[in-house]
């Protein structure tokens, strides 16, 4: 199995800034693309942003230009940076990976259990 762990979430004022950290750690055979997600209260899960392992980055356009999302293939982390934090950047933040386990072949995506990124105005 695969487990993602994020940490870094918390509380900021407004135009703060705050990173957060996710690691994979199990058993496979390499990751694909990591990347982040949020889902605000009564709201959907949404896409932030994503790394490729070659490292093409996507971003929404929502964070573009204030969110940062790097990686260490070796070390199997991603992380988002993210600046100039506003009001409607509060969410749980989720890190996914797309993970090729047993079978190269196959990718199976994971998710973390999310952390809480609260934005005071």
């Known amino acids: 199995q695969v487990q993602l762990v994020e940490s870094g979430g918390g509380s900021v004022q407004a135009g703060g800034s705050l990173r957060l950290s996710c690691a994979a750690s199990?058993?496979?055979?390499?990751?694909?693309?990591m990347g982040w997600y949020r889902q605000a209260p009564g709201k959907q899960r949404e896409p932030v942003a994503a790394?490729?392992?070659?490292?093409?980055?996507n971003y929404a356009d929502s964070v573009k230009g204030r969110f940062t999302i790097s990686r260490d293939n070796a070390e199997n982390t991603v992380n988002l940076e993210m600046n100039s934090l506003k009001p409607e950047d509060a969410a749980v933040y989720y890190c996914?990976?797309?993970?090729?386990?047993?079978?190269?072949?196959?990718?199976?995506?994971?998710w973390g259990r999310g952390t809480q990124v609260t934005v005071s105005s």
């Open positions: 790394l490729t392992r070659s490292g093409s980055a």
């Open positions: 199990g058993s496979f055979i390499s990751i694909d693309t």
């Open positions: 996914n990976a797309a993970v090729r386990t047993t079978d190269w072949r196959q990718v199976q995506a994971f």
